[in-house]
C-alpha cells in the first residue's frame, strides 16, 4: 500500500484545516502524506515529519504525515500572502513527481486561488486542471465532478459562455468522449460505459428551432461514434437529463459547458462531490469547491468534500 498524497493548496484559504480534519477521519483506513509547511497546520494538528513517502505508512494511523516544504511566510486567514505563491506552485509539481515515480498512489489537490498565485508568480494556467496536464507532459484530460449520484464531465470549461459556441468541435467533443470513456474503464472499473450527452442549445435545439448544431454535428459525431461501439445516448435537453430515473440510464453525463455541468451536481450533492482529472498518467482527486477565504481559520470549514476526494482516490489507486 502507498499513501494518498495531499497538497497543501492556498495556505491562507481551508486547505490546511480540511486536510487535518480528513486524516482525523480517515486514519485508520487510508494512508495519508501531507505536503506542505507544517506551520500552516492548525494549532494542535497530530503530525510527524518524514523524509520519505514510505514512512508515512507506519505513523499514520497515529499522525499526520507531513513531508515538509518551507513556505517563505507564515498564513494569515483569508489573506493569501503573494509570497507563499511560488511555494503553491511547487508543492503541487513535487506531489505530481512523488505520484509519477511510483512512491505514491495518488495525488489529492487542496483548492488553490488563481488570482493570488497569478500575482504573487505570474501563474500562467487557468487553474489546478491545465497547470497538472502541463506536468504530465500536456496530455489531454478532461474535468469530471463525481459523486455517488452523478458523474458529469464538462466539455468547455473556464471559458466565457459567449465563446462556448466557437470552443465546441467534434474532435473535441470526440476526444472528451473517449477520454472520459477510457476513465470509467480505468479508474471507475466499468467495463461497459455508458455516457449521455446534452445538447447546446435549449431543448437540444428542439429540431433547429432553438439552435443548428445538434443537427448539424452533435448528433452525426454521437451515431458515427455509436457505430464504433460506443455506449451513448443524445444529445438529449439538459434540462431533463439529471433526474433520477434519467440518471440511473448512464454511468456519466457530458455537458456542453461549465455551469451546465456544475449546477445538477452541486445541487445534488455539494457537500460530497469530488473533482477528477480523467487523461493523466496518475490519480488526481480534489475537493469541488474553493479556498473559502471568509471562514478559512475559524474551525467551521465541512471537510466532507475533501473527506471524499481522499477516498475516491485510494478507491481509484486500488480498482
Same mark, same amino acid.
Given at each position: 500500500?502507498?499513501?494518498v498524497v &495531499?497538497t497543501?493548496?492556498e495556505p491562507a484559504?481551508?486547505g490546511?484545516?480540511?486536510?487535518?480534519h480528513?486524516?482525523?477521519?480517515l486514519? $485508520? +483506513?487510508?494512508?495519508?502524506?501531507?505536503?506542505?509547511?507544517?506551520?500552516?497546520l492548525?494549532?494542535?494538528?497530530?503530525?510527524?515529519?518524514?523524509?520519505?513517502t514510505?514512512q508515512a /505508512? +507506519?505513523? *499514520? *494511523?497515529?499522525?499526520?504525515p507531513?513531508?515538509?516544504?518551507?513556505f517563505? =511566510?507564515q498564513?494569515?486567514?483569508g489573506?493569501?500572502d503573494?509570497?507563499?505563491? @511560488?511555494?503553491?506552485?511547487? &508543492?503541487? =509539481?513535487?506531489?505530481v513527481? /512523488?505520484?509519477?515515480?511510483?512512491?505514491?498512489?495518488? &495525488?489529492?489537490?487542496?483548492?488553490?486561488?488563481?488570482?493570488?498565485?497569478k500575482? %504573487?508568480?505570474?501563474?500562467?494556467?487557468p #487553474?489546478?486542471?491545465?497547470?497538472?496536464? !502541463? /506536468?504530465a #507532459?500536456?496530455?489531454d &484530460?478532461v474535468?469530471?465532478?463525481? *459523486?455517488?449520484k452523478?458523474?458529469?464531465?464538462?466539455?468547455? @470549461?473556464?471559458?466565457? /459562455? *459567449?465563446?462556448?459556441?466557437?470552443?465546441l468541435?467534434?474532435?473535441?467533443?470526440?476526444?472528451?468522449?473517449?477520454?472520459?470513456?477510457?476513465?470509467?474503464?480505468?479508474q471507475?472499473?466499468?467495463?461497459?460505459?455508458?455516457?449521455?450527452?446534452?445538447?447546446?442549445?435549449?431543448?437540444? #435545439?428542439?429540431? %433547429? =428551432?432553438?439552435?443548428?448544431e445538434?443537427?448539424?454535428?452533435?448528433?452525426?459525431?454521437?451515431?458515427?461514434?455509436?457505430a464504433?461501439?460506443?455506449t451513448?445516448?443524445?444529445?438529449?435537453?439538459a434540462?431533463t437529463?439529471?433526474?433520477?430515473?434519467a440518471?440511473?440510464?448512464?454511468?456519466?453525463?457530458i455537458?456542453?459547458?461549465?455551469?451546465?455541468?456544475?449546477?445538477?451536481?452541486?445541487?445534488?450533492d455539494? $457537500?460530497?462531490g469530488?473533482?477528477v482529472?480523467?487523461?493523466l498518467?496518475?490519480?488526481?482527486? +480534489?475537493? $469541488?469547491?474553493?479556498t !473559502?477565504? $471568509?471562514?478559512?481559520?475559524?474551525?467551521?470549514?465541512?471537510?466532507?468534500?475533501?473527506i471524499?476526494?481522499?477516498?475516491?482516490?485510494?478507491?481509484?489507486?486500488?480498482?
Amino acid at each position: 500500500m502507498k499513501p494518498v498524497v &495531499v497538497t497543501c493548496g492556498e495556505p491562507a484559504g481551508i486547505g490546511p484545516e480540511i486536510a487535518a480534519h480528513a486524516w482525523a477521519a480517515l486514519s $485508520d +483506513s487510508i494512508p495519508m502524506l501531507w505536503l506542505g509547511d507544517p506551520r500552516h497546520l492548525p494549532a494542535g494538528t497530530p503530525f510527524e515529519q518524514v523524509e520519505t513517502t514510505a514512512q508515512a /505508512l +507506519s505513523i *499514520s *494511523s497515529r499522525a499526520l504525515p507531513v513531508l515538509a516544504h518551507p513556505f517563505a =511566510a507564515q498564513n494569515t486567514a483569508g489573506t493569501p500572502d503573494p509570497a507563499n505563491a @511560488i511555494c503553491v506552485i511547487e &508543492v503541487i =509539481a513535487h506531489a505530481v513527481a /512523488l505520484v509519477q515515480s511510483g512512491e505514491a498512489a495518488a &495525488v489529492c489537490t487542496a483548492p488553490i486561488h488563481k488570482k493570488a498565485l497569478k500575482d %504573487g508568480a505570474n501563474f500562467a494556467y487557468p #487553474g489546478h486542471t491545465e497547470y497538472l496536464a !502541463a /506536468l504530465a #507532459g500536456n496530455c489531454d &484530460v478532461v474535468m469530471m465532478l463525481a *459523486s455517488d449520484k452523478l458523474r458529469v464531465v464538462p466539455a468547455t @470549461i473556464h471559458i466565457a /459562455l *459567449s465563446e462556448v459556441p466557437k470552443a465546441l468541435t467534434p474532435a473535441g467533443l470526440r476526444r472528451t468522449i473517449e477520454i472520459t470513456h477510457a476513465g470509467l474503464q480505468k479508474q471507475f472499473g466499468i467495463a461497459h460505459p455508458r455516457i449521455a450527452i446534452s445538447g447546446l442549445n435549449p431543448h437540444a #435545439g428542439e429540431g %433547429g =428551432a432553438m439552435g443548428s448544431e445538434e443537427l448539424s454535428w452533435i448528433a452525426p459525431l454521437i451515431a458515427q461514434m455509436q457505430a464504433e461501439g460506443f455506449t451513448l445516448q443524445g444529445p438529449m435537453p439538459a434540462d431533463t437529463m439529471f433526474h433520477a430515473a434519467a440518471r440511473a440510464r448512464y454511468d456519466a453525463a457530458i455537458a456542453m459547458y461549465h455551469d451546465q455541468a456544475l449546477i445538477p451536481i452541486k445541487t445534488l450533492d455539494f $457537500d460530497l462531490g469530488v473533482n477528477v482529472t480523467l487523461g493523466l498518467p496518475f490519480i488526481r482527486t +480534489s475537493p $469541488d469547491h474553493g479556498t !473559502a477565504f $471568509d471562514i478559512a481559520g475559524k474551525g467551521i470549514a465541512n471537510p466532507s468534500s475533501m473527506i471524499e476526494a481522499i477516498r475516491m482516490a485510494h478507491r481509484m489507486a486500488n480498482t
